[in-house]
């Protein structure tokens, strides 16, 4: 009998401890499937594959986990996943930055589009 499915399997390291500092001044342990959740909403309906997801999220966490602190803002995450999405995906990029950034206007989502332009 043939299999003809492929299974892959990602490996990552399980790091424990790291705690997130919120805007409110709460902290809560780090949680993978909250950096998912935010990065897959910003690539709702836009091309990539599980893999090419995966690869990114572990990208993303990856940085989160290499830094000398235990404990790391969400803002600071916010930024790894704007880095991230921005070579990954520029309309995902935008989308992500609109909601992190709190764009008010048209006008907040124009700048951000000329900066993406001119490479910044």
Same mark, same amino acid.
């Given at each position: ?24 001044? /709460? ?35 990856? @940085? ?18 704007? /880095?991230?999405?921005?070579?990954? @995906? ?31």
């Amino acid at each position: 009998m043939k299999c003809a499915r492929r299974f892959t399997t990602y490996e990552r390291i399980e790091l424990v401890n790291v705690t997130v500092l919120k805007r409110s001044g /709460a902290k809560e342990p780090y949680m993978r499937h909250k950096l998912q959740l935010g990065m897959r909403k910003a690539l709702e309906k836009r091309p990539y594959t599980e893999q090419q997801f995966e690869r990114l999220v572990s990208g993303a966490e990856n @940085d989160i986990f290499n830094r000398e602190h235990d404990v790391i803002s969400s803002e600071q995450i916010g930024q790894i996943v704007l /880095a991230h999405l921005k070579v990954f @995906d520029k309309v995902a990029y935008l989308r992500f930055a609109s909601v992190y950034r709190r764009f008010g206007s048209t006008k907040a989502f124009e700048k951000e589009i000329e900066k993406l332009e001119k490479g910044k």
